[in-house]
C-alpha cells in the first residue's frame, strides 16, 4: 500500500537534502512519512521522532511541521545504535568524533538541518529516549519510532511515548518485517502490539514503514 499520488509532498528543496543526507530510509518511505506527517500536524500538535541520526527522516518532519505551524521533535543520544557501531553492519567512521573515539552524530544532523534552512521548526533533545519521555508532559500529534532496534529499545520508545499520542494521532514504526529472514523483530513486535493493543488501525504501509491511527486509549 503506497500513499496514493494526491498525498502533500515536500517542498522539491526538502526532499532534494532529504536524498543527499546520510541515513537509512528510502525514497517512497520519505514520502510516506511526509504524508503521515502532514496529516498528523494539521492537528495542531507537535510531532515526534525517536531515532534522529543525521537527520534525514528530521527533514520531512520539520517540512511538515512548518507548513502546520508546529514543532517537530527528535530525540536521540546521538551515540548510535548497535548495529552502527565499529565492526557492524551500519558503521559510518565519518561520524566517529576523533576526541572521543565514539559516535557523534550531532554535528552531522546540525549542519543537515541548517542547510535545509528549517532549523526553526524542529526542537532537538539530546539524551536517551526513555529519560526524555519520562520528563515529556503533552499531548503528541504523531509519534515516530525509528531508534534502538532490539527489543529493550522499542518497547521503551512505545511504551514512553505512545501514552502522549492524542486520539486521531498517528504512530510510525521503522523496519517492520512481518518475516525474520527481511530483518530485526523487535519493531515488528511494537507494531503487533500497536495492533493487537485495539487502540490502533493500519493506515499505510510503504515497504517497512508502518502508519497506525490511534483510535483508542490502550497501550
Ligand atoms: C536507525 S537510526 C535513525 C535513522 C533516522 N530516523 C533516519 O531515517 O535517518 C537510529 C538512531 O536511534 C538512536 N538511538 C538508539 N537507541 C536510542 C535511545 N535509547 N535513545 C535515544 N536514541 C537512541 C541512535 O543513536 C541512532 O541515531
Redesign the pocket.
Known amino acids: 500500500m503506497s500513499p496514493p499520488p494526491e498525498q502533500p509532498q515536500p517542498s522539491p528543496a526538502t526532499f532534494a537534502a532529504f536524498e543527499a ?5 528510502p525514497a517512497d518511505e ?1 514520502l510516506a ?1 511526509y504524508a503521515a506527517a502532514s496529516q498528523a500536524a494539521g492537528l495542531g500538535l507537535p510531532v515526534l ?10 527533514l520531512l518532519l520539520a517540512d511538515a511541521a512548518r507548513a502546520a505551524g508546529v514543532t517537530a521533535v ?11 557501531q565499529p565492526g557492524w553492519e ?1 558503521h559510518d567512521p565519518e561520524v566517529v568524533d576523533p576526541h572521543t573515539g565514539l ?1 557523534d ?1 550531532l554535528p552531522a544532523f546540525r549542519r543537515t538541518l541548517h542547510a535545509a534552512g528549517l532549523e526553526e521548526h524542529v526542537v532537538a533533545v539530546v ?6 519521555a519520562a520528563l515529556w508532559g503533552r499531548p503528541l500529534g504523531l509519534v ?1 519510532i ?5 527489543d529493550e ?1 522499542a518497547t ?2 512505545y511504551e514512553g511515548w505512545v501514552p502522549h499520542l492524542t486520539q486521531g494521532g498517528l504512530l510510525v514504526v ?2 517492520v518485517f512481518p518475516d525474520p529472514a527481511d530483518g530485526g523483530q523487535a519493531p515488528y513486535r511494537v507494531y503487533r502490539r500497536a495492533l493487537d493493543s485495539g487502540a490502533f488501525r493500519e493506515i499505510s504501509a510503504t515497504r517497512s514503514l508502518r502508519v497506525l491511527l490511534r483510535t483508542g486509549t490502550g497501550l
Open positions: 543526507a546520510k541515513g537509512f530510509m520519505g512519512l521522532e525517536v531515532g534522529t541520526y543525521c537527520g534525514r527522516s528530521t527528535t530525540v536521540d543520544h546521538h551515540r548510535g545504535s548497535e548495529e552502527q551500519y559516535m552524530t539524551g536517551r529516549s526513555p529519560r526524555a515516530f525509528d531508534g534502538g532496534h532490539t529499545h521503551a520508545d521503522h523496519d
